[in-house]
């Protein structure tokens, strides 16, 4: 009995990994529309290459791919998580204020290049390689060079 037990938990588990990570191109016009909206004000001159949805066991997320090669990430409401710009810099509008007035005192020939953010924190990423870590009410907490 006990081996047939352990053997519908590794089933099971094969199961759920196998199914954890699907990804599904989609349309733009099949995300939330706060996504679209986020796409339509900050990158309308760009030219998507690929959106796709990605679920797991819990939770939906969307990610969008420019042909220049910037990316964009949303929750399942459509809000950004990450705006990843590779070879131009984050919008300014999407900047908060207190980020762009630190970047700009303290590293004033850099763009910023990545973006991200969670319940908790802020990661920047500039031009020099280096990494800047805000939490959530813009104090700074890390810098990684």
Partial sequence: MKKLLFLFVCLFTLQTVARADDDKP??????????QQFIKRHFDDSKVALAKMESDILNKSYEVIFTNGNKVEFDKKGN???VDCKYTSVPVAIVPELIQKYVKTNYPDT???????DKKEYEVKLSNRTEIKFDKDFNLIDIDM
């Fill in 111 to 117: 763009k910023i290049l990545k973006l991200e953010r």
């Fill in 26 to 35: 989609i349309q733009v016009n099949q995300m939330p529309q706060q996504a």
């Fill in 80 to 82: 950004w998580k990450e």
